[in-house]
Nanobody, 123 residues
């Protein structure tokens, strides 16, 4: 059972990246999948979440980030547009077996995590 997050890199402010979270050993569409990010010395922050057709976003990324899922590829994507320097972080995807939707941003509800992929927004 594994989650693999990839797609990070260095991008200029205003640029775009697409992160991927690929699952093996289980079907992604049986679970909620969340994207989180973390910078040194700070707690892991919920960025976006998808489950059963519902999508949620942190206020800081609404209108700029889009979460989607390809069940055939067993992969969840995070399309990030209009990136800002404050989006710089290590991004993780996690699996949530069940949770109240209002708590999608709470890391304790996630039982497996990908290894993280670094996104750096800088000129």
């Amino acid at each position: 059972l594994q989650l693999q997050a990839y797609g990070g890199g260095l991008v200029q402010p205003g640029g775009s990246l697409r992160l991927s979270c690929a699952a093996s050993g289980f079907a992604l569409d049986d679970y909620g999948i969340g994207w989180f990010r973390q910078t040194p010395g700070k707690e892991r922050e919920g960025v976006s979440f998808i489950n059963v057709g519902r999508k949620f976003y942190a206020n800081s990324v609404k209108g700029r980030f889009t979460i989607s899922r390809d069940n055939a590829k067993n992969t969840v994507y995070l399309q990030m547009n209009s990136l800002k320097p404050e989006d710089t972080a290590v991004y993780y995807c996690g699996r949530a077996p069940r949770l109240p939707f209002s708590l999608w941003g709470a890391p304790p509800y996630y039982d497996y995590w990908g290894q993280g992929t670094l996104v750096t927004v800088s000129s």
